[in-house]
């Protein structure tokens, strides 16, 4: 009989270990895949790619019981030698190799992609093609820590301001948006959707803990082959209940966007540096409208609006512009779209109905969030159901929390992998994306 | 121009800033719903229902400027009035209510539930049927805030131990998993499943980030009728690269839970108090082997052996007893199940290679996670494929990642809601799920 009595401390050590407590010329082991070997002749550096980064390990004939060819580019090892300080070498340590233990070597055949160097250089394709090798590269390796940072940020942040996470059902009966974007499968005989978003499930939440999110996939049968689109993404959805208007989600969001510029600064600026990431200013975020920005940037740029109900890409590039000349600001939100652009829930402005009191936020030239107040009186929201000749069917239990009293509410969701690509600088929401799912791509 | 620079300050109040901050006396506002209303003559108190818990508020005809049945229980509205000390109400304040603000009305209809009793004490079919209002009980409330804390735990204790979040898709061509439980859904003409589990592609990151979790929905079309069988879950899962033996997989599923239980007691004491728990210990956990362990309690409890390959419900229920007896552990790690009943990729043990190095963790009776050491040599792996008679089509990527070297690794899936379940004492996995979706069950 065994007992499991938690986490142990490893012989092994890792780099921020090895700069923190080790001392140079200490024995020490560590591990870690075979990055690259650059053979000097007489002393060869073989590069250890461990979770926190890149470490040298100086291989010489004489002080090693080992061959140098019988370790090989991406095998997985284990390295005992001598700590030494290296102002040169990443992190200023290197290792001096006396032993290894091979844990595993490479099946011969050449890597698919030359994953050492610094930019890959490979096309998006070959990337996504190989998704498990591209990402061994600490530049792509680095925009998903970063990922996880405003992950990370966004739920610390939330669950700092009393809200509470839930889980909500991705197969359902019916969508929320409606429309015809919706996957489609059988469940038991049964035909099921695949959520498109956990509006309902949100909405109905904020009657029970007031304030609510979560960070999970939602599924989009977009035919739209874009560089923006996906059909899989991450969403990182909110909804807040007691608002007294949309500026508190809008004030909400900002201040996460603080929260997770702190924090990516704080622990992610390894990977900032490497990707060379300056962080946008969050301090104040302005707010212009719908109609009346359209009108100004179709004015200064020269833009020829088609669609007076919404914004065109690249509308949402000239807005950001404007914002960024104006104001010096990287985010803008863009406030009170049309009502008849936007889903039967959102509240309508009751100074101008045509327009809903929602918004969208432009980071650098991409809408990133759609937000707004909802509609949180029964009669309102079946009024508008009907005068829009939507079928109820199927939102039975979405209309009878509002029968049941619910407080004036309202929320967001997010783009996680937009969020990130415009942060990270990329231009494509692929690159940003682990395992992109678009009209061509269902594997790996 | 506006600009938003962040969360605000509300006038509004909660219950901790009430409890902290405020002085009997003091005029405050608070916002909320209308939990329940006692009439008592000359006095009525009105219950807010607020995310942190009840506020109990004093209506006296003199002091108010509204009529108690401008009111009613299940409407959202603002009171101002003065807080006032009182040892026999929730927290011990109370609001003497002057003026309220209503922000919506129920519309007339009887409440499906009666949500202010302390036990609800409706069918789980009633309290599922409407969720929405079942869940604003505040002991069925509670239940999932007890369940945020153990996903949040998971989290940040894996981030302090040096591992990367990710998010991996959930549509796909292939299962991990293989077999039937697959739900099959139409890919732009193409065929595709979702996923069982994120198995394949945290394997693949551990070659990227060493040390990967994820917290996300898994989807399983087993036509199981049980209490303990969901179609859709939440599973916590990691990877973890290096490892020295599946026992580093079960140590660190211990620090988790042990992580757990503090961040419970610290941050979620309210909780535990409403629904009178007692944390389990997890100072240290027992780990017995599959094969002595069937017999042992076959023989103690006079339970007949049907299947030597598996661990049948009951005999789950057993081996819970058993450690309870003799360790008083609510834990169990069953460890070495039997090769034929894990997957491919599960390591075989060398030196019995009927048996893998692999466990299941038992709580309180119930399997609440599997586990094991996970093959990652390329040419074992490719044996065992074959050895199975299976296809290789669909994982060649997953494959590819083995050619090009990864390190000796291992993992583990919890499931959210049965773990949840066992904690808090409900016997049906549904209790512990927001909206669960089973066999019969596709709504809300």
């Not at 739209?224 to 809008?250: A, C, P, Q, W």
């Not at 969001?253 to 704080?266: N, S, V």
Request: charged share 30%; glycine share 8%; hydrophobic share 35%.
């Amino acid at each position: 009989m065994d007992f499991l009595t938690g986490v142990k401390k490893k012989e092994t050590r890792e780099i921020s270990d090895l700069i923190r407590e080790a001392k140079a010329g200490e024995r020490v082991k560590v591990n870690g895949a075979v990055h690259t070997i650059r053979d000097m002749g007489t002393v060869a550096f073989v590069i250890l790619r461990k979770r926190e980064g890149l470490l040298q390990c100086v291989y010489e004939r004489g002080n090693a019981d080992f061959r140098l060819k019988d370790i090989k580019e991406a095998a997985a090892i284990e390295v005992e030698g001598i700590l030494m300080e290296n102002e040169k070498a990443p992190n200023k340590i290197e290792i001096r190799m006396e032993k290894v233990v091979i844990f595993s070597m490479p099946k011969g055949e050449m890597m698919p992609l030359p994953i050492a160097r610094w930019k890959l250089g490979t096309s998006l394709e070959a990337k996504l093609n190989y998704r498990s090798i591209s990402l061994r590269n600490i530049r792509e390796r680095a925009k998903f820590r970063i990922q996880e940072g405003l992950t990370r940020a966004f739920r610390d942040f939330l669950y700092s301001q009393g809200f509470t996470e839930i889980h909500t059902p991705k197969i359902g009966a019916k969508g929320a948006e409606g429309g015809a974007n919706i996957f489609k499968l059988e469940y038991f005989h049964r035909p099921a959707v695949l959520a498109q978003s956990p509006q309902f499930y949100k909405q109905m939440m904020v009657g029970v803990f007031d304030r609510v999110f979560e960070t999970a996939p939602v599924f989009r049968a977009e035919k739209h082959n874009t560089k923006r689109h996906l059909n899989e993404y991450t969403s990182l959805d909110f909804e807040m209940g007691y608002i007294d208007g949309f500026e508190d989600v809008m004030a909400m969001e900002t201040g996460y966007l603080q929260y997770a510029m702190r924090l990516l600064e704080r622990e992610y600026g390894k990977e900032l540096q490497i990707l060379d990431i300056t962080l946008p200013e969050t301090d104040k975020i302005p707010a212009v409208r719908f109609s009346g920005i359209k009108e100004k940037v179709s004015e200064r740029y020269g833009h020829q609006m088609k669609n007076p109900f919404d914004l065109e890409p690249e509308e949402e590039q000239l807005i950001s512009r404007y914002a960024k000349e104006e104001w010096d600001s990287d985010f803008v939100f863009v406030t009170h779209y049309p009502s008849k652009k936007r889903p039967f829930y959102a509240m309508d402005d009751p100074e101008d109905t045509r327009y809903t009191l929602s918004f969208d936020l432009l980071f650098r030239g991409m809408e990133i969030t759609t937000g707004g107040q909802r509609i949180h009186d029964y009669q309102m929201l079946t009024d508008k159901i009907a005068a829009r000749g939507m079928e109820a069917d199927g939102m039975e239990q979405y209309l009878t929390t509002f029968k049941h009293g619910m407080p004036p509410h309202g929320g967001l969701g997010i783009g996680l992998e937009r969020l990130t690509m415009k942060l990270v600088g990329e231009d494509n929401v692929r690159e940003t994306t682990l395992f992109p799912r678009d009209l061509s791509r269902l594997e790996p």
